[in-house]
Structures are given as structure tokens and as C-alpha cells.
T-cell receptor
Framework: ETGVTQTPRHLVMGMTNKKSLKCEQH?????MYWYKQSAKKPLELMFV???????ENNSVPSRFSPECPNSSHLFLHLHTLQPEDSALYLC??????????????FGAGSRLTVL | GQNIDQPTEMTATEGAIVQINCTYQ??????LFWYQQHAGEAPTFLSY??LDGLEEKGRFSSFLSRSKGYSYLLLKELQMKDSASYLC??????????WGAGTKLIIKP
């Protein structure tokens, strides 16, 4: 399988649940990203990993916890979410971080609904 | 602050030409990207401009004017499958991507 794969595609959870989103890339990329996409808003960068090390955390609430066990896999652990966290969560990867022509390859996203 | 502006929605007719504009104000500039996102799908890369001028790729072209902080995406011979959102993003001096909110393009027969 090629590209960036995200599971699950859809997730409904209560505010007290714990769930995880998974992202996998088979492109040999070194950088992986989590973005939040809400309707009619710009993509919000949440976390960046470069060579498995977290390099950015854009003031994301602690109820979102990322994990990058290796350069091919990225997780987003969810705990005690709020209804306003309902959104599409996109995973992306790129060859590296910090160059101009840094093209991102995105997954199709996990649509999260928090009740 | 940093800002990317693009129209929220545009409508065009199959077979016609449409131009989607993007203006930006960022801290430095390391290139401008256009991505296409069909409903329920992943954004996919369309083009990258770092120098002024027009880049053509088949039916799609992207233009950049750094002095004006302006870009446009030109789509020719529109097809129904071009109905999608088009995202403009600028890489600033810290290699951070600043995103616009996207333009939803509706193609009518």
C-alpha cells in the first residue's frame, strides 16, 4: 500500500471516552504532521514530528496526545474531548522539514464527532 | 499577523475558465502552494511557486507576484470533476505553512 493511510475514517465518542487515531505512511518520508480541519477555517497545525522527534506543538490542549513510535506511524490519542473538538483530523507526511519545496502528502482524514 | 485570503466559494460552468485568487501577508516567503481537496478526500498537491511568473501544468496554471503578495490558480476547460475546494498556502521565513480557508469551486453543467 502506498500513500498515507488513516484509521478510523469516522469516529463518534463521548466526552469521557479515550480513543486513538492512527496514521501510516509508506513513502519513506521523515516528517509527519497532525492537522485539524474545521469547516470554512484554515488548516490548523497541531503537531510535527521529524525523524520521530516532536519538533512542534502548537499550543494544543493536553487532551490531545501524539505518539510517533517510528518514522512510518503516527498516533493521536484522544481523552476527555469537548464538542468543539469535532472536526476532520488530517495526517500528512513530507520528505523532510525546513525546506522550501516541502510538498505534503495527506491522508483522507478521520472525521471525529464528540457528543 | 500572518494572513491568507481567498474567496470562500466560486461557481463556474463546465468547459469554461476560472481564476481563483489568493493574497497573502506573511513573515517572509519561501514559496506558495496550491492543493485540491475533493469532499471527503485528502488534499492533493497541485503546484508550487517560488519565483514570479506563471507555471503551467496541463489544464491548471499557477501565477505568483511576490511584490504584490498575490497568486492565482487558473483552471481551463473545466470538468465536473474539478468541483472541489482549492487551498492556498504560503511557507514563511521559518518554513511554517500558513493556510487559507480554501475556495469551494462549484462546476455547473
Amino acid at each position: 500500500e502506498t500513500g498515507v493511510t488513516q484509521t478510523p475514517r469516522h469516529l463518534v465518542m463521548g466526552m469521557t471516552n479515550k480513543k486513538s487515531l492512527k496514521c501510516e505512511q509508506h513513502l519513506g518520508h521523515n516528517a509527519m504532521y497532525w492537522y485539524k480541519q474545521s469547516a470554512k477555517k484554515p488548516l490548523e497545525l497541531m503537531f510535527v514530528y521529524n525523524f520521530k522527534e516532536q519538533t512542534e506543538n502548537n499550543s494544543v490542549p493536553s487532551r490531545f496526545s501524539p505518539e510517533c513510535p517510528n518514522s512510518s506511524h503516527l498516533f493521536l490519542h484522544l481523552h476527555t474531548l469537548q464538542p468543539e473538538d469535532s472536526a476532520l483530523y488530517l495526517c500528512a507526511s513530507s520528505q523532510d522539514r525546513g525546506s522550501g519545496a516541502n510538498v505534503l502528502t495527506f491522508g483522507a482524514g478521520s472525521r471525529l464527532t464528540v457528543l | 499577523g500572518q494572513n491568507i485570503d481567498q474567496p470562500t466559494e466560486m461557481t463556474a460552468t463546465e468547459g469554461a475558465i476560472v481564476q481563483i485568487n489568493c493574497t497573502y501577508q506573511t513573515s517572509g516567503f519561501n514559496g506558495l502552494f496550491w492543493y485540491q481537496q475533493h469532499a471527503g478526500e485528502a488534499p492533493t498537491f497541485l503546484s508550487y511557486n517560488v519565483l514570479d511568473g506563471l507555471e503551467e501544468k496541463g489544464r491548471f496554471s499557477s501565477f505568483l507576484s511576490r511584490s504584490k503578495g498575490y497568486s492565482y490558480l487558473l483552471l481551463k476547460e473545466l470538468q465536473m470533476k474539478d468541483s472541489a475546494s482549492y487551498l492556498c498556502a504560503v511557507m514563511d521565513s521559518n518554513y511554517q505553512l500558513i493556510w487559507g480557508a480554501g475556495t469551494k469551486l462549484i462546476i455547473k453543467p
